[in-house]
C-alpha cells in the first residue's frame, strides 16, 4: 500500500491550495481517508476525514475553510484550503483507516496506512 500526497507549496496568507493523495491499494473505496497535519515543534493534528458514504468531518480550526472529496475511480481523496492563515503551515499527510467507527476517525491509532506528507507554507 502506498499513499503519496501532493500539491503542498508557498501561499501567501487568504490564498488557497489542493493537496491530493494519491493511493496505491485494493479497495480504495472501503477505507476511510483522513488528512492530519503536523506544525514544527507541535502534535500531529487531525485536519479532516471522509468516510466511504463521502459524509466528511473536519478539525475544529479548518471547518469552513477545508473541504474533503474522494475520487473513487482515481483513488484519490483531495483537500481544498481556502482562507488560508499561517497557522496551517504544517506538513500535511493522508492517511487510510479500516474503522467503521466514526468517534475514531479523528484518532491517528485509527489509521492503518501513512503517506510521507507535503509540506504547505503560508506567509503572512
Known amino acids: 500500500v502506498q499513499l503519496q500526497a501532493s500539491g503542498g507549496g508557498l501561499v501567501q496568507a487568504g490564498g488557497s491550495l489542493r493537496l491530493s493523495c494519491a493511493a496505491s491499494m485494493g479497495a480504495f473505496s472501503t477505507y476511510v481517508m483522513g488528512w492530519f497535519r503536523q506544525a514544527p515543534g507541535k502534535e500531529r493534528e487531525f485536519v479532516g476525514a471522509v468516510s466511504r458514504s463521502r459524509h466528511t468531518y473536519y478539525g475544529d480550526s479548518v471547518k469552513g475553510r477545508f473541504t474533503i472529496s474522494r475520487d473513487n475511480n482515481k483513488s484519490t481523496v483531495y483537500l481544498q484550503m481556502n482562507s488560508l492563515e499561517p497557522e496551517d503551515t504544517a506538513v500535511y499527510s493522508c492517511?487510510?483507516?479500516?474503522?467503521?467507527?466514526?468517534?475514531?476517525?479523528?484518532?491517528?491509532?485509527?489509521?492503518?496506512?501513512w503517506g510521507q506528507g507535503t509540506l504547505v507554507t503560508v506567509s503572512s
Open positions: 492517511a487510510a483507516s479500516r474503522t467503521s467507527i466514526l468517534s475514531e476517525y479523528h484518532r491517528e491509532r485509527s489509521y492503518n496506512f
